[in-house]
């Protein structure tokens, strides 16, 4: 129906495909051409779509757990709405977390895609999948001071 018309929707998921022995994997052929954001978008075109907390597994999405965390952990969101955004914004920051601005909605493909890298790193770094609550992005702001150079066209 239309109950969603006019309404942000943050959308949280990542393309997971699963076997008929419940073996989860992420679906590389959707990840392509698409993103779970924009196929939600199409099929609820009245609805203000963000795509945000991705890219932290849901045990980590208490502000507590990142206490004694030497970063803050960021959690990106990518909208095509700059008002949705704003919203989405305020919320993660409620949620005690760094709101980053990934873009628009289409660089939802890219978030996703780095939910793939940070199942590889818990795969090699660390113990395995499970380690996935262990881990978030994090951007570091620097301040380069003297060493920046003047671009040379």
């Given at each position: 129906?239309?109950?969603?018309?006019?309404?942000?929707?943050?959308?949280?998921?990542?393309?997971?495909?699963?076997?008929?022995?419940?073996?989860?994997?992420?679906?590389?052929?959707?990840?392509?051409?698409?993103?779970?954001?924009?196929?939600?978008?199409r099929?609820?075109?009245?609805?203000?779509?963000?795509?945000?907390?991705?890219?932290?597994?849901?045990?980590?999405?208490?502000?507590?757990?990142?206490?004694?965390?030497?970063?803050?952990?960021?959690?990106?969101?990518?909208?095509?709405?700059?008002?949705?955004?704003?919203?989405?914004?305020?919320?993660?920051?409620?949620?005690?977390?760094?709101?980053?601005?990934?873009?628009?909605?289409k660089?939802?493909?890219?978030?996703?895609?780095?939910?793939?890298?940070?199942?590889?790193?818990?795969?090699?770094?660390?113990?395995?999948?499970?380690?996935?609550?262990?881990?978030?992005?994090?951007?570091?702001?620097?301040?380069?001071?003297?060493?920046?150079r003047?671009?040379?066209?």
């Amino acid at each position: 129906g239309n109950a969603l018309d006019g309404k942000v929707v943050i959308e949280t998921m990542n393309p997971l495909g699963v076997t008929a022995d419940f073996v989860h994997f992420h679906d590389l052929e959707f990840m392509r051409d698409s993103s779970t954001s924009e196929d939600l978008q199409r099929r609820l075109p009245k609805a203000r779509i963000v795509k945000g907390f991705n890219l932290i597994a849901a045990p980590s999405l208490e502000a507590a757990a990142w206490a004694e965390a030497p970063v803050q952990a960021n959690v990106f969101y990518a909208t095509d709405d700059s008002a949705a955004g704003d919203v989405t914004r305020g919320l993660i920051a409620d949620a005690g977390f760094k709101p980053v601005n990934a873009g628009n909605l289409k660089g939802a493909r890219q978030l996703e895609q780095v939910g793939v890298l940070l199942h590889h790193v818990a795969d090699n770094e660390y113990g395995g999948d499970a380690d996935l609550i262990r881990l978030a992005l994090a951007v570091v702001e620097a301040n380069p001071g003297p060493i920046t150079r003047d671009r040379v066209a």
